[in-house]
Every structure is written in C-alpha cells, then in structure tokens.
C-alpha cells in the first residue's frame, strides 16, 4: 500500500507541477498580448492611428497634409485604417499563442476564433470609402420620418377673464341649483 501512496503523490506533484507551468504560460501570453500595438497609415500619410491589443483606439494624428481635403474622406480614411489595423489582430494573438502556449491549445482556439469573428478581414483596397456626403458640408441633422413640429403660434392666446374675488359670491345664485 505505501507504493500507491506515494505513486498518488508522485501523480498529484506532477499535475500540480503541469498546472503552475500552464498558468505561468497563459500569463506570458497576456502579458505579450496586453503590450502589442498595431499602427497603420493612409497611403499619402496623411492620415496614422494606433490601436491596442483590444481593439481600440490609442492615437490618431491627422497631418496638415489633409488640410485640403473634404472631412467626409478623412472620416472615411480613419475608418478604413481603423478596420485595416483591427484585422491584424487575430494573427498577432495567434502568433503570441504559437510562442507560449501553443496553437493546439483548445482555449487558445477559442479565443483566437473569437478574436477572427469580432475583428474580421477589411473589405478590399479597391472598395471606395463610404461616405453619405457629397460636398464640403457637414450635415449635423437628425433624419426623422415623422412629420415636422407644427409651427409656433404668431397670434397671441386668448385673454382670460378674472374670477370675482368674493369666494361667497355666487352671483345671486343658489349654491344648490
């Protein structure tokens, strides 16, 4: 009996030892994946963002160079980056699973197919930007269906009149008729 004993605790040494070693991986991964940035700019540099990791937003610098041009394409251009940047994350990440805990990993496929639904590939460099404006205006107006508010009303309301200032006076009245 001793001999199972100490197998036991050979065992259970082992699968701790395999625990803490898998933890300490995971960790190096998050720790890689939490540092990594992605930065991508507009082919005539006038427009360069950086995102993080997780999707979002770290800098945006728009360049004098885009001083001239409409700011319907500049949004346009910021979003196309934007998708452009966010679509490498995937592959970063599965890059930082390969270096540390391996792709094989069943966790790690899921949060890579997660990673690949939630920033998918951009649409191709030729698409056009989309951009519901067409001149140099900025349209600051909400859309509404609804039919517009009527108009204000230009002629005064009607002039109340001015009750007695007797309570008791019922104007010779009964209170009971």
């Known amino acids: 009996m001793p001999e199972d004993i100490a197998g036991s605790e050979q065992m259970l040494a082992n699968w701790n030892q395999n625990i803490q070693e898998r933890a300490a991986r995971y960790q190096e991964m998050a720790t890689r994946v939490q540092g990594m940035t992605i930065s991508e700019r507009s082919s005539d540099g006038a ?4 995102i993080g990791s997780n999707g979002i937003l770290q800098n945006l610098v728009i360049n ?9 394409e500049i949004s346009g251009e910021i979003m196309k980056l934007l998708q452009r940047a966010q679509s490498k994350i995937p592959a970063l990440l599965q890059e930082a699973m390969a270096e540390t805990i391996g792709t094989q990993d069943e966790t790690a496929n899921v949060l890579f ?3 690949k639904k939630n920033f998918p590939a951009p649409p191709p460099e030729d698409a056009p930007a989309r951009s519901p404006y067409t001149s140099n205006e900025i349209n600051f107006r909400v859309e509404d269906d609804d039919a517009p508010p009527p108009p204000p009303r230009t002629t005064p309301p009607p002039a109340r009149r001015r009750p007695p200032s007797d309570d008791d006076d019922f104007g010779g009245e009964s209170v009971l008729s």
């Open 47 to 50: 427009v360069e963002l950086t």
């Open 64 to 72: 004098e160079s885009a001083a001239g041009r409409r700011m319907s």
């Open 113 to 115: 197919n997660e990673a």
